[in-house]
Structures are given as C-alpha cells and as structure tokens.
C-alpha cells in the first residue's frame, strides 16, 4: 500500500514560485511513472506533469511548460514540482499521483494512488 502526502501550497502573488513535495509511505521506485494533476473550483482535474524512471523523461502540459518543473528522489521516495512565475489560473488543488506502469500518461486514467491535494492561489 502507499500513501502520498502533498506539501508546500500557500497564497502567493503573480510571478513568485512555490516548489510543492509529495512523500510517499512506500517506495515509489523507478518502475512506477509519478504525476501531478490539479483540480481548480469548478472545473475537471487536470493532467500538469509527469516523471518516468530516475527522471529520464518529464512532460508537461502545455499550459506549465517552462515554468514548472518535475523531478523525482527515489531514493527518498519524494516527487517535487517546482513551479516558477506563477499566474492567477494556476490557483487550484494539486495532486500527486502514482500510475500502474512505467510510462504514465496524460489523464488520470491508471493512476492507482493519490494524495489528498494542496492548494496553491495566486493573487493577481
């Protein structure tokens, strides 16, 4: 069994960075790709990033691109996204997320776990 536990949301102003942690109980090793999705006030979840392997391959939407970056410590079990130049519509619930397989994907069909979520606003 694992549990992912997110950190690090808060209120910030446009343009400042906030680096979010979601720690797993249990290892999340190589095999297992991880995510963050995010979810804002009335609208459906949505895919922000994934990581594969020991951080072979990272994608993101197109929205984050550039601005926000993910990464993973396998050895301490710890996904992070570190997210830069913050803008209103990033304000929403992030979830860290842990898929089935190697290679993850874009929606949040086969991800087997998730954390509680955090939230992150962004003032204009």
């Known amino acids: 069994q694992v549990q992912l536990v997110e950190s690090g949301g808060g209120l910030v102003q446009a343009g400042d960075s906030l680096r979010l942690s979601c720690a797993a109980s249990?290892?999340?090793?190589?095999?297992?790709?991880m995510a963050w999705f995010r979810q804002a006030p009335g609208k459906e979840r949505e895919f922000v990033a994934r990581?594969?392997?020991?951080?072979?391959?990272?994608y993101y939407a197109d929205s984050v691109k550039g601005r926000f970056t993910i990464s993973r410590d396998n050895a301490n079990n710890t996904v992070y996204l570190q997210m830069n130049n913050l803008k209103p519509d990033d304000t929403a619930v992030y979830y860290c997320?842990?898929?089935?397989?190697?290679?993850?994907?874009?929606?949040?069909?086969?991800?087997?776990?998730w954390g509680q979520g955090t939230q992150v606003t962004v003032s204009s």
């Open positions: 997320a842990r898929h089935t397989g190697f290679y993850g994907s874009r929606t949040s069909s086969g991800y087997y776990y």
């Open positions: 249990g290892r999340i090793s190589g095999n297992y790709a």
């Open positions: 990581v594969i392997g020991n951080n072979e391959n990272a």
